[in-house]
């Protein structure tokens, strides 16, 4: 399960930095298509790396809103799928970084996980008022785990109630051990936790729309149930 999950969250990364294309062609499936094939066939390159060839199977899978491995697994004979029609240049596309692998693994928790419950922060800040998100833990019933656990935090203005900006640590490892990792904003800027002036990444649009839309629901979910 933990192997699935981080694959899912790779193929979340990487459709992310993919370019958005519109469908040029249609092509119907038949015995033996799979997305790796039409991919290789599409690029059309003699020397296309493994890279290359799976960056180009998640352009074509993001084109037809193929967006979990199970969609891409379960294509059938007589399937349409719609192709970019001429090649797009996908052999740019960088390795994910710290900060990236740790959005997209909170998206996929956050698309996922139906324990999640959002609690206010005891604390009366000028403009903004502070949330934690928390998630079950499954070893509670031992007894030597807390029942929950902080997921991360986020901060609503006041006065527009928007979510302005979430507070996250690292997924794999704290880069600070007495602060926070990173202040995600709502306009995609990473910064640094410890260094709040210090811009560590630039999500996508995609990314920063899917992140905050899914912490958006859970805070209406929370005020709901006020």
Same mark, same amino acid.
């Given at each position: 399960?933990?192997?699935?999950? &981080?694959? $899912?969250?790779?193929?979340?990364?990487?459709?992310?930095?993919?370019?958005?294309?519109?469908?040029?062609?249609?092509?119907?499936?038949?015995?033996? #298509?799979?997305?790796?094939?039409? &991919?290789?066939?599409?690029?059309?390159?003699?020397? &296309?790396?493994?890279?290359?060839?799976? *960056?180009?199977?998640? !352009?074509?899978?993001? !084109?037809?809103?193929?967006?979990?491995?199970?969609?891409? *697994?379960?294509?059938?004979? +007589?399937?349409?799928?719609?192709?970019?029609?001429? @090649? %797009?240049?996908?052999?740019?596309?960088?390795?994910?970084?710290?900060?990236?692998?740790? %959005?997209?693994?909170?998206?996929?928790?956050?698309?996922? #996980?139906?324990?999640?419950? %959002?609690?206010? &922060?005891? !604390?009366?800040?000028?403009?903004?008022?502070?949330?934690?998100?928390?998630? $079950? *833990?499954?070893?509670?019933?031992?007894?030597?785990?807390?029942?929950?656990? +902080?997921?991360?935090?986020?901060?609503?203005?006041?006065?527009?109630?928007? /979510?302005?900006? =979430?507070? %996250? *640590?690292? +997924?794999?490892?704290?880069?600070?051990?007495?602060?926070? #990792?990173?202040? /995600?904003? @709502?306009?995609?800027?990473?910064? #640094?936790? $410890?260094?709040?002036?210090?811009?560590?990444?630039?999500?996508?649009?995609?990314?920063?729309?899917?992140?905050?839309?899914?912490?958006?629901? =859970?805070?209406?979910?929370?005020?709901?149930?006020?």
């Amino acid at each position: 399960m933990v192997d699935k999950i &981080a694959e $899912q969250d790779y193929i979340n990364a990487v459709m992310a930095k993919l370019p958005e294309v519109k469908a040029q062609k249609v092509h119907v499936l038949k015995n033996g #298509d799979n997305l790796w094939n039409l &991919a290789k066939k599409e690029l059309n390159k003699k020397d &296309a790396s493994n890279q290359e060839i799976s *960056n180009y199977m998640l !352009l074509i899978a993001k !084109l037809n809103k193929l967006n979990t491995i199970e969609k891409m *697994n379960n294509l059938k004979i +007589n399937d349409k799928i719609y192709l970019p029609g001429n @090649a %797009v240049k996908v052999d740019n596309i960088q390795q994910l970084s710290a900060s990236e692998k740790t %959005v997209n693994a909170l998206i996929n928790v956050l698309k996922n #996980d139906k324990t999640l419950s %959002v609690k206010k &922060a005891d !604390l009366d800040l000028p403009n903004v008022d502070l949330y934690h998100v928390f998630k $079950q *833990n499954p070893k509670y019933a031992n007894n030597y785990f807390l029942k929950e656990n +902080n997921l991360y935090s986020f901060k609503v203005d006041k006065k527009s109630g928007k /979510i302005s900006s =979430l507070i %996250v *640590n690292d +997924n794999e490892k704290r880069v600070h051990k007495l602060w926070f #990792d990173y202040i /995600i904003h @709502a306009n995609g800027n990473i910064n #640094d936790g $410890q260094f709040s002036s210090k811009l560590v990444e630039k999500l996508s649009q995609e990314q920063t729309k899917q992140l905050f839309g899914e912490t958006e629901k =859970l805070f209406n979910q929370y005020k709901k149930s006020k």
